[in-house]
């Protein structure tokens, strides 16, 4: 009778280890994957701005294709990703920047100097220099960045999906 009892003490012990030891690893492990996943903000997906040229460079009224790099955090890990940007400085100084995919299915369209306007040349959806769909299968507006300027250079930010029209 002892024994036994000696014998299941110890069984117990063991057990409780075994279970502290898995209670511990999957703590280690759980937080801050719940954390990444939970929290907002918390996977530090956020992404720099990133100065991609002078205002005085551009010609008002004609789009210029601006190629540049940005990092992008992501989780643990800095992405350094190359990107591009259809800049247009308007008449009246305005200055908007397009993502580089056409918002059917993601080809990258250009500037079409005889129309002047953007042509994507996967299904030919064309788009006025606002971004506007034009023609074509294309579903919304072209997708705009984030854009500032800050002592005559621009500065790009986040990517802002259009609506649909
Ligand atoms: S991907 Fe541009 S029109 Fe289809």
């Known amino acids: 009778m002892l024994a036994e009892d ?11 280890v075994i279970y502290t030891l898995m209670g511990t690893i999957g703590a280690a492990l759980g937080i801050p994957a ?12 956020k992404e720099e701005w990133v100065e991609v040229t002078n205002l005085e460079k551009l010609k008002a009224g004609e789009p210029e294709e601006i190629v540049f790099r940005r990092n992008r955090k992501d989780g643990w890990k800095i992405l350094s990703e190359k990107t591009s940007a259809w800049v247009t400085k308007k ?19 250009h500037y079409d ?53």
């Open 91 to 109: 008449p009246d100084g305005q200055v908007i920047a397009f993502a580089p995919s056409c918002t059917h299915l993601g080809c990258a369209f």
């Open 6 to 16: 000696s014998e299941t003490s110890r069984r117990r012990f063991h057990l409780g």
């Open 34 to 45: 719940a954390g990444y996943l939970l929290v907002p903000g918390s996977s530090n997906r």
């Open 113 to 165: 100097e005889k129309h002047k306007n953007f042509l994507c040349p996967c299904h030919t959806s064309t788009f006025d220099l606002e971004g506007k769909p034009l023609e074509g299968p294309a579903p919304r507006a072209l997708d705009r960045y984030q854009m500032k300027i800050e002592g005559g250079k621009i500065l790009l930010g986040a990517v802002v999906k259009s609506q649909e029209s």
